[in-house]
């Protein structure tokens, strides 16, 4: 069975800060792992995938995520935050075989002037 | 190329009702998706198709939800009758026929019952 963890369910930095995410996954087999962004009243939008090839993962909008094993997290990251990042941010996990993702609960994040 | 499409983004509805959402996935996507997102939390998988076949509807509460895929193409969502903790919003996705392809998903339609 595979599940994800997002630890802090608010997070809020200072504009021009380090954005850090943070989440956990257990999963029995290779997992596929997933960021996504959902802004108000919208749907959600990818910000970077994790499928087996380099464990340090670019993404859209200055984000990053880095797959580490040995931890089993795919933490996000961004080095400056924008008062447009504001939003809730989900992480995801899947696996070969299935397209089924399992979400985590969500973390918003605030950005302060 | 054009996202998933929705619809209609709100609806309204007493309970006991019956309501019906439309989802229009991405062109050449064989597999969809339904979820339910209460407020707060993640999205919850409803059902999933591909092409026109049910694929896992385990989570689908199936005395009162229901869903169709014709053709393998477009899709809708129904619920009859609607119950006071269907009130979330209701996401579409689709996604290639490749397993570590990502799902891309539609607005959403927000579902309010009174």
Known sequence: AQSVTQLGSHV???????VLLRCNYSSSVPPYLFWYVQYPNQGLQLLL??????????GI??????????ETSFHLTKPSAHMSDAAEYFCAVSGPGTYKYIFGTGTRLKVLA | EAGVAQSPRYKIIEKRQSVAFWCNPISGH???????????QGPKLLIQFQNNGVVDDSQL??????AERLKGVD???????AKLEDSAVYLCASSSDTDNQPQHFGDGTRLSIL
């Open chain 1, 61 to 70: 909008n200055g984000f990053e995520a880095e797959f580490k094993k040995s």
């Open chain 2, 30 to 40: 064989a597999t969809l998706y339904w979820y339910q997102q209460i407020l707060g």
């Open chain 2, 61 to 66: 509460p199936k005395d009162r939800f229901s």
């Open chain 2, 75 to 81: 899709s809708t969502l129904k619920i009859q009758p």
């Open chain 1, 49 to 58: 995938k994790y499928t087996s090839a380099a464990t340090l993962v670019k």
């Open chain 1, 12 to 18: 809020s930095v200072s504009e021009g800060a380090l």
